[in-house]
């Protein structure tokens, strides 16, 4: 399993902004190896974290190459005063069940 991190500082948001960010996410959402999402905001520094599970990295570049995602990634600077992306391996989870996993829910890959 894989995750993307993309942590964000937030400029102002419009119409254009949350349209084309509902089409991405329900077309990531779509995507064979689409596992789950979670959404942290951090008050203390107005950051913004959503972190996506995909089964592989080929599942992961379906997202990255698509073309609503190019011009999301190219329109940045208009939403966004900042951001990072992290690109993972998860090698192991564990817990209990009083905080389930955001990709149990999630079909199966």
Not at 84 to 103: E, F, K, L, M, N
Request: net charge negative; proline share 5%.
């Amino acid at each position: 399993m894989y995750s993307s991190t993309f942590i964000f500082a937030k400029k102002q948001f419009d119409e254009a902004f949350h349209r084309l960010d509902e089409e991405i996410a329900a077309m990531a959402k779509a995507l064979p190896g689409y596992l789950g999402e979670e959404t942290w905001e951090n008050p203390a520094t107005g950051l913004v974290s959503n972190v996506y599970y995909w089964s592989s990295l080929e599942a992961l570049q379906q997202l990255v190459q698509h073309p609503r995602h190019q011009e999301a990634k190219a329109a940045q600077q208009r939403w966004l005063a900042g951001y990072q992306v992290v690109i993972s391996q998860v090698i192991r989870t564990y817990g209990d069940a009083g905080v389930p996993a955001a990709w149990s829910a999630s079909r199966p890959a």
